[in-house]
Structure formats: structure tokens, C-alpha cells
């Protein structure tokens, strides 16, 4: 089970940390971000694999996004900084059994979504 949150309100510039907590065997799990904006497909965010060693992102967020993890609390963060109004969306955390360019449909596992807004 994955619980985000996190989510809120801010400024163009601004930062704000997701979190997601899970429950189960966390450690087991590639895990990720990926939002959806109103009126639009949901979009791959961030991926980091089982220790946290390897991480991906959408060429849009890199640089200004940072996907991490902590198996001892089993949670899953996403630090967001210079946050843009078209970050405004839904963000969801996701789980998944292998590290690689998987489409939505291969994470098993999602969480409720937690929405971010960001104004100009």
C-alpha cells in the first residue's frame, strides 16, 4: 500500500518535498513518481531503483527535481525545486519489480496522488 502526500500551493520558484510512505517489503521495489495534468495523459516523473543507487527523469525536471528513498522508513521522496506552472498536476508514487522504461501500465502498484499547484 502507498500513501502520498506532500502535495500544495506554491509559487513559481518555489520547492516543495512529496512523500510517499509504503507498507510491505519496500526494499523490493523500483520505485517512482509520475503526474498527471489536467486535461493530459499521465507522465513519467522519476525513477529510482531498490537501494536508490540509480535514478531517471524526465528531461523536463532534471536538474530541478530529486527522486530518493529511505528503506528504513520505507518512503520514497521527491524534492521539487524552481517549481515552473506547468509542474501543476496530480503526482503519484508507483511501485514496480524491475528498473527500466516501464509505461504505467507495468507498475503494479500506485498510490492515491497528491496534487501539486503552481502559480505564476
Known amino acids: 500500500q502507498l500513501q502520498a502526500s506532500g502535495g500544495g500551493w506554491v509559487q513559481a520558484g518555489g520547492s516543495l518535498r512529496l512523500s510517499c510512505a509504503a507498507s510491505?517489503?519496500?526494499?523490493?521495489?523500483?520505485m517512482a513518481w509520475f503526474r498527471q495534468a489536467p486535461g493530459k495523459d499521465l507522465e513519467f516523473v522519476a525513477r529510482i531503483s531498490f537501494s536508490g543507487g540509480s535514478t531517471s527523469y524526465l528531461d523536463s525536471v532534471k536538474g530541478r527535481f530529486t527522486i530518493s528513498r529511505d528503506n528504513a522508513k520505507n518512503t520514497l521522496y521527491l524534492q521539487m525545486n524552481s517549481l515552473k506552472p506547468e509542474d501543476t498536476a496530480i503526482y503519484y508514487c508507483?511501485?514496480?519489480?524491475?528498473?527500466?522504461?516501464?509505461?504505467?501500465?507495468?507498475?503494479?502498484?500506485w498510490g492515491q496522488g497528491t496534487l501539486v499547484t503552481v502559480s505564476s
Open positions: 508507483a511501485a514496480a519489480y524491475t528498473y527500466s522504461d516501464l509505461p504505467p501500465s507495468q507498475y503494479p502498484y
Open positions: 510491505g517489503r519496500f526494499s523490493s521495489y523500483v
